[in-house]
């Protein structure tokens, strides 16, 4: 397991370095969260590891609409859902526990116990 952004690095502007398309290429799976780097470098993650299984954790999320002055609703959603403590159990955790037993089915009492404390 390794994290792709480091600790310190904007996801709005990080650019992997040749070392971490090295790890990526020995992966197994990929979470994406939907930082901005992932747009343009998902393509290019899956075409130095044509196996690799990319998992969307923000995939049935409910997201809030963000509103516009007045209390209005607007177009867009804010994406931070990893500041819901129910959306990180109920999507985010749900995620990454059916990419883990979906990758792992040995070990699907194990993950499924992790994932209810």
Same mark, same amino acid.
């Given at each position: ?8 690095f ?11 398309l ?26 130095? %590891?044509?196996? /690799? *299984?990319? +998992?969307?954790?923000?995939?049935? &999320? ?5 509103? @516009?002055?007045?209390? !209005? ?16 159990? %109920?999507t985010? /955790? *749900?995620? +990454?526990?059916?990419a883990?037993i &979906? ?5 699907? @009492?194990?993950?499924? !116990?992790?994932?209810?404390?």
């Amino acid at each position: 397991i390794f994290t792709v952004v480091k600790p310190g690095f904007s996801p709005a502007t990080y650019e992997p370095k040749p070392s971490d398309l090295k790890k990526i290429a020995k992966a197994n799976l990929y979470f994406a969260i939907g930082v901005p780097f992932e747009k343009s470098y998902l393509k290019r993650f899956k075409n130095v %590891n044509k196996n /690799l *299984k990319i +998992i969307f954790l923000q995939k049935g &999320a409910n997201f809030v609409t963000l509103s @516009k002055k007045g209390g !209005k609703k607007g177009k867009g959603i804010d994406p931070h859902i990893l500041l819901s403590p129910k959306e990180v159990k %109920n999507t985010i /955790l *749900k995620n +990454i526990l059916n990419a883990f037993i &979906a990758q792992d089915k040995q070990n699907e @009492k194990l993950y499924t !116990k992790n994932y209810l404390l």
